[in-house]
Nanobody, 120 residues
Framework: QVQLVESGGGLVQAGGSLRLSCAAS????????MGWFRQAPGKEREKVAT????????YEADSVKGRFTISRDNAKNTVYLQMNSLKPEDTAVYYC?????????????WGQGTQVTVSS
């Protein structure tokens, strides 16, 4: 089991930066791939970035590549999403999720989400 709590969202002007954090509890964090997802009103949930359990393999969606960076600190049971050069279209609720290694391949554990609003 993994429990996830996101923080760091807020209101920022276009071009600004935010860093989201996702604090995890439970024994499975360090052996879980982690991902950040977002969902804007009226839109489908989008995968933003993922990171392997060792932190050696990362993925960023084309829409955020070069602006967002995912990282993790297994000693602190935390995964981060550094968001730079924010755009109004980045406005969404951001969720972190865990996919345990050796599980069914799905992101089975989700946080409650944190709102990011980018004003133009």
């Amino acid at each position: 089991q993994v429990q996830l709590v996101e923080s760091g969202g807020g209101l920022v002007q276009a071009g600004g930066s935010l860093r989201l954090s996702c604090a995890a509890s439970g024994r499975s964090f360090s052996s879980s791939s982690m991902g950040w997802f977002r969902q804007a009103p009226g839109k489908e949930r989008e995968k933003v970035a993922t990171i392997s359990w060792r932190g050696t393999i990362t993925y960023e969606a084309d829409s955020v590549k070069g602006r967002f960076t995912i990282s993790r600190d297994n000693a602190k049971n935390t995964v981060y999403l550094q968001m730079n050069s924010l755009k109004p279209e980045d406005t969404a609720v951001y969720y972190c999720a865990a996919r345990p290694v050796g599980g069914d391949g799905n992101y089975n554990y989700w946080g409650q989400g944190t709102q990011v609003t980018v004003s133009s």
